[in-house]
């Protein structure tokens, strides 16, 4: 405090002289309109400036933030482009009792004029309607490219509800299937993996085929089991076939980007480019909470191989 006192003290002159020039400024700003307005827009003006700069910065350090929420908001939106499996249910014809002038007593039929939350199936209530498929986002923090089986690392695991099995997606197509999962992170096994196989088909015309990688080409891969009377057309789109719990049906893989007719086999072979660039990807979309079980119950007694399964 003392030292406070002796530095005031000491420079007692100039402290005084700037208040005076303080108080004259803002007397003369505050007197005349025109001074006063001149002062004010160019406040404005500066203050704006260094707003602008505190701003600039401020977003920089929330960088990490705001790509979190906008991929939240990119999974909300991308999973209503979705058709649900249910989209096409619509309730039977019910049965109204006669009507009072009816002298037949007859029972009409009539269906719904809105569409149930529930339908009755079997004695038992099934829903008319699904959510859909929801997607959660999550960044890559690990990505393989060189190997013939390649894969990712995610930073979701199962405290966000990720588990084997489920599929994954990016903004560009598909990228793979969930191979491991511990509570905050899960391995993915990338569709440049040599047992991943996909189904899938050809938009235009819905012929169905199988996507798999060949191991050499991270851009490309090959659409099996496309017989050789198929039309094909260059530049075609290749979606997911909707034949699995895994994948919606119609999310893109990619387009044929050339075909060959073998001699000695009864099927193209079509070279896919593939949509998503593995090279750069950052932010994927994990497909959650597909009722599958039931189907592949009912696949597994009829002996009917699962996608996904490692090929013989």
Do not use: C
């Not at 979701?156 to 099995?165: C, E, H, I, K, L």
Request: glycine share 6%; net charge positive; no cysteine.
């Amino acid at each position: 405090m003392r030292n406070l006192f002796l530095f005031l003290f000491r420079f007692r002159g100039v402290l005084i002289f700037v208040l005076l020039e303080v108080i004259s400024l803002y007397l003369f700003v505050t007197s005349n309109s025109y001074q006063r307005a001149a002062f004010f827009n160019s406040a404005n003006k500066y203050a704006g400036v260094v707003l602008e700069r505190r701003m600039q910065v401020t977003d920089y350090f929330q960088l990490a933030e705001m790509n979190r929420q906008l991929a939240v908001e990119n999974a909300s939106l991308r999973q209503q482009l979705f058709p649900p499996d249910n989209a096409g249910r619509e309730a039977d014809s019910v049965a109204l009792p006669p009507a009072r002038t009816d002298s037949l007593r007859r029972i009409r039929y009539q269906r719904p004029a809105a569409r149930p939350d529930t339908l009755l199936l079997g004695q038992q209530a099934i829903a008319a309607r699904d959510p859909g498929y929801p997607l959660m986002p999550a960044r890559v923090i690990n990505n393989m490219l060189r190997n013939v089986d390649n894969y990712l690392t995610l930073n979701v695991g199962s405290a966000n509800g990720v588990r084997p099995g489920l599929g994954v997606i990016a903004a560009n197509g598909v990228v793979g299937r969930v191979k491991v999962v511990t509570e905050h992170y899960a391995t993915v096994t990338s569709l440049l993996n040599s047992k991943t196989s996909i189904s899938s088909k050809i938009k235009r015309d819905g012929t169905f085929g199988t996507i798999r990688w060949l191991g050499d080409d991270p851009i490309h891969a090959v659409l099996d089991n496309v017989l050789r009377e198929t039309r094909l057309v260059k530049g075609d789109t290749v979606v997911t076939s909707g034949y699995n719990t895994v994948f919606p049906e119609g999310v893109f893989i990619g387009t044929v980007d050339s075909f060959v007719k073998e001699p000695d086999k009864n099927f193209w072979t079509v070279r896919v480019k593939l949509g998503v660039n593995f090279a750069n990807l950052t932010y994927v979309y994990v497909v959650t909470s597909r009722p599958k079980a039931e189907r592949d119950t009912v696949e597994a007694r009829s002996g009917m191989p699962r996608e996904g399964a490692p090929r013989p």
